[in-house]
């Protein structure tokens, strides 16, 4: 059953205040579920990251959404596209 970081912190909480988890083991397991979701995100990025440059190495380029222009949006869109028009 999928769970998100949020309600996993929410629970290990709720086992603490019921005196079934030890000041150190809610400790523990909020802190490797920092750090499973720090890596999850790390490696989101570092696959755009490496989507991007093989885009640019096969000639495409990014065509940001007229949204994104408007708000200087710091990244393209994720569409790539041979030309952009």
């Not at 579920?33 to 440059?53: F, N, P, Q, T």
Request: proline share 5%; hydrophobic share 35%.
């Amino acid at each position: 059953m999928p769970v998100d970081a949020k309600s996993a912190a929410v629970r290990f909480d709720g086992l603490w205040f019921a005196g079934l988890l030890s000041n150190k083991q809610r400790k523990d397991a909020t802190h490797h579920l920092r750090r499973m979701v720090h890596g999850l995100g790390r490696s989101i990025i570092d696959l755009e990251r490496r989507a991007r440059e093989s885009a640019r190495r096969a000639g495409k380029t990014f065509c940001q959404t007229p949204t994104a222009r408007l708000h200087g949006a710091r990244y393209p869109g994720p569409l790539f596209h041979s030309r952009c028009g």
